[in-house]
């Protein structure tokens, strides 16, 4: 309970300051500053939207049991508002048994808050500006991803493979499409 | 738990006091919360605002007058659409600005204003507009906030990459997005590569009267030319457009236009590309399109049929026309104010990519060349490539500046706006927009001196901003306080249509010389009736001309015989007020068209065709006065082989 004495403490001087306002205009000019900058824009967008009634690559994803790993990282990365813009977007979603597949600790270790850039740049690389179905993105060669690198799509045996990942199930968005996939897809290093 | 609670209560309780100490203080800037934010944009009744925005109107097809930082409507000024509000492309004066090569066109989707500027700076005289779907440019006054002028751009389609303006107002220029066949031909769609061209019109502006005329085309290749902006000061003379499609794709272009992994910025020396036409270099090419004036005097428009446009190929001119090489089908493209930057945001891109002018300039000299397209160089990448913003957000689209060393960009996909340095790079701050952004506007932030106290967000989803108001609702504009480091959201506010692009200016630089009356002693319109004796009736055949007048609270004459079923009736319609907001409405019971508003000074002419035998009224709509409901009058409607003669009469 003692930090919250300390917050307690912070606020009575902040009141003490207040009220001498007058005398002090840069104090408390300087204490708005502090309010404002806490009024965080991190949980506030497109994607908090309640009852908005309308489906999105990021609500399909976080109905999915099978993508729980997905939407936590998702989370940790703060791309919920990417994922819920008028798009089109087509989303790659690896199934939580993808993630498993990668060596051991290296989604605790992007998940660790220092690595929200690097975590952030593979999610963006599952991530394309636009809306085909599976049969539909056979027609590509590859596909430019929204973290700027490009994916590469193989027809294997009659089936679009993107990046080496296979497509396991699609599901309609109302802002684009979700492509389920067995693979978690890796940026090209440089 | 009790403790939590007593705290929280306590926290509660300190905001409760800071806050209302704040409210005790408004004058001053401190304070906290949305109070301070309240103030910033609080116009107090019979305050003006500090600044105009223009704000496109999209599919509306016109432009509204918005005044910042309020975020208040002022105006809807008609443009390319017809406006039964005042009866603009209604009235017989007014419906020749509607014409085109194609007829009446009573609509379009207007884009992106531009304000004329003198030596860089914005001088307030006129803004411009282009027409995107069926190619136009309108001349808008900034004294009498009327359109005066529209001009059709032949070999044209899709006119997007429009219309900005030189520094000194020299030039208006016009891009294609669609690339056509040039001249149109009845040719297979799957002939495109290399058969289809993409027009770029310099439209040059006469400095007095601000008149158009389409000095010169540049035949480009059969790209997409999407967006465009002048150079300035160091750069001034050359126009830089963005390309895409480069590939030329004339199917599925989501797939097809994004095969390259870089498009163009094409770099028009059109100073170069002036002179060869001075010299009488090009080739006039038979065409039609139609160029509308409106005249303030007569207060009418007229409609012209012009019948050729000289047209270069980029390659007659040699060292006028280069490529720059810019990443993933870049779709802004802006200039700085200093001329050196030129930014191409790449839609599909996550980085930005600025140009070097002095690089260019060089790469051009020492032929630093990739390639050619067409016979026209490809200058290299990194020999122009000034820097590139790595990564600021998804889906870059409009950049504008500050004046200070900093530019701000729209990105669409992640929805927000971000601050960049430019020169360094670095993201300096970045703030949400709610939703889907598409262009920014900074007053003056596409010329040479951007005045750069606020900038406002125009978006393109607006989902739960406001009160809900069915399936369709209007789009929503952010405007944030850019003076400090970080930039402040202060206001949302609601603009009407598609809220595309807008161009804002200080309010001291145009209030001054707006219009308040039309002098009647400068009426020079052919049917005006100035008193009493001037008015009349008379008949020519089935057409039936009523000349009329308007003043608190009657019309002469106000009773009419005579009219049979199956004549045309003009009302022609003076307004002899010569007070300040004194407009007077017409409206002609069964009309098939509009009401007139008819403003102080001003003729205007409503044609009726009476259907039935009867005795029908006519009024004024605008609230003119305590005796407003008195301003009426009828025409009675006879049989069409009735033999009654033409009577008029006021208090008679």
């Given amino acids: 309970m003692k930090p919250i004495k300390h917050v307690f403490l912070v606020f009575i001087i902040a009141i003490l300051f207040c009220s001498c306002k007058d005398t002090s205009k840069d104090t408390s000019a300087s204490s708005s500053d502090v309010t404002t900058e806490t009024q965080s824009t991190e949980r506030t967008g497109q994607a908090f939207i309640e009852d908005d009634g309308s489906t999105t690559v ?10 729980t790993t997905l939407v936590a990282a998702v989370q940790a990365a703060q791309l919920e508002n990417a994922l819920v813009n008028a798009g089109p977007l087509m989303v790659f979603a690896p199934t939580n048994e993808a993630f498993a597949a990668l060596p051991e600790g290296t989604v605790e270790n992007l998940l660790k808050p220092e690595n929200k850039d690097a975590l952030a740049n593979i999610l963006k690389y599952h991530v394309t500006p636009g809306n085909y179905s599976k049969d539909f993105l056979k027609k590509f060669k590859k596909l430019g991803q929204a973290n700027n690198d490009y994916v590469k799509v193989e027809v294997v045996d009659g089936e679009a493979m993107i990046g080496g990942a296979k497509i396991l199930a699609s599901i309609k968005a109302g802002n684009g499409i979700v492509h389920v996939i067995d693979k978690v897809l890796l940026p090209p290093t440089e | 738990m009790k403790k939590i609670l007593k705290s929280t209560l306590a926290i509660v309780a300190v905001f409760a006091v800071f806050t209302s ?13 949305s109070s301070n934010n309240a103030e910033k944009v609080y116009v107090a009744p019979g305050e003006h605002d500090s600044h105009y925005a223009f704000i496109s109107g999209g599919y509306s097809g016109n432009l509204t007058v918005y005044g910042l930082p309020s975020g208040r409507m002022f105006k809807e000024i008609p443009v390319f659409s017809q406006f039964p509000t005042n009866g603009y492309g209604y009235s017989e004066e007014t419906k020749p600005m509607l014409e085109t090569s194609y007829g009446f066109v009573p609509w379009d989707d207007s884009h992106h204003p531009d304000i004329s500027q003198t030596k860089g700076k914005l001088d307030g005289r006129w803004v411009f507009i282009n027409g995107n779907n069926t190619p136009r440019i309108a001349r808008i006054s900034l004294t009498t906030f009327e359109t005066e002028e529209i001009i059709e751009v032949p070999n044209s389609a899709g006119n997007h990459s429009s219309s900005f303006i030189t520094e000194n107002t020299e030039y208006v220029v016009a891009g294609t997005r669609f690339s056509v066949p040039v001249p149109q031909k009845d040719i297979s769609i799957k002939d495109y590569k290399g058969n289809f061209k993409g027009a770029l019109s310099f439209i040059s502006v006469d400095p007095e ?17 999407d967006l465009s902006h002048p150079g300035r000061g160091k750069s001034h003379g050359w126009f830089f457009f963005t390309t895409y499609n480069t590939e030329e794709a004339n199917s599925l272009l989501e797939v097809n236009a994004s095969q390259n992994d870089k498009d163009f910025i094409a770099a028009i020396n059109w100073k170069k590309i002036e002179e060869y036409v001075n010299n009488g270099g090009g080739t006039m090419m038979p065409t039609e399109y139609a160029h509308n004036v409106y005249d303030d005097d007569t207060h009418t428009a007229t409609s012209t049929m012009k019948k050729e446009v000289r047209v270069v190929n980029p390659t007659e001119v040699p060292g006028a026309v280069y490529l720059i090489p810019t990443p993933k089908s870049p779709h802004g493209c802006d200039v700085d104010p200093s001329g050196e930057y030129i930014v191409g945001n790449g839609k599909l891109s996550a980085n930005l990519t600025v140009h070097s002018f002095t690089k260019m300039l060089d790469a051009i000299k020492n032929e630093k060349f990739a ?3 067409y016979d026209i160089p490809i200058l290299n990448f990194e020999g122009v490539l000034a820097g590139s913003v790595e990564q600021p957000g998804l889906g870059p689209l409009h950049t504008e500046f500050d004046g200070k060393g900093n530019a701000y960009t729209t990105f669409f996909i992640s929805s927000e706006v971000v601050k960049w340095k430019l020169g360094t790079w670095e993201v300096i701050d970045r703030k949400p927009t709610y939703y889907s952004v598409g262009h920014l506007t900074i007053p003056g932030g596409n010329s040479a001196e951007p005045f750069g106290k606020y900038m406002f967000a125009m978006n393109k989803i607006t989902k739960d901003r406001y009160l809900p108001t069915g399936p369709e609702m ?5 405007l944030y306080d850019i003076s400090g480091d970080k930039m402040e959201l202060l206001l949302d506010f609601p603009t009407h249509g598609e809220p595309h692009y807008a161009a804002a200016i200080p309010a001291e630089i145009v209030k001054n010389n707006s219009r308040k009356i039309f002098k009647l002693s400068e009426n020079e319109h052919p049917k005006k009736a100035l008193s009493d004796a001037d008015t009349k009736i008379v008949r020519d055949g089935k057409n039936v001309h009523v000349y009329m007048t308007m003043i608190r609270s009657h019309f002469s004459p106000d009773n009419i015989e005579g009219v049979k079923v199956g004549d045309k009736v003009f009302f022609h319609i003076t307004n002899l007020e010569q007070d300040f907001d004194v407009p007077h409405g017409f409206a002609m019971i069964g009309a098939r068209n509009a009401e007139l508003l008819i403003a102080p000074g001003q ?15 006519f009024y004024c709509t605008d609230f003119c006065s305590a005796l407003h409901q008195e301003m009426q009058g009828y025409v009675r409607v006879s049989p069409a082989n009735s033999d009654i003669e033409l009577s008029w009469s006021l208090g008679e």
């Fill in chain 2, 371 to 373: 390639g050619e397209a």
């Fill in chain 2, 209 to 225: 009267h601000g008149h158009m005329d389409i000095k010169f085309q540049v035949l480009m290749p059969g790209f997409n030319y």
């Fill in chain 2, 474 to 478: 209007e789009h929503s504009a952010q």
């Fill in chain 2, 603 to 617: 003729t205007r002419t409503l044609t009726w065709e009476p259907q039935k035998v009867g005795v029908w009224p």
């Fill in chain 1, 58 to 67: 990021l609500s399909i994803a976080m109905g999915s049991k099978d993508h």
């Fill in chain 2, 21 to 33: 100490c704040n409210n005790a203080d408004k004058s001053s800037n401190s304070g906290a919360l």
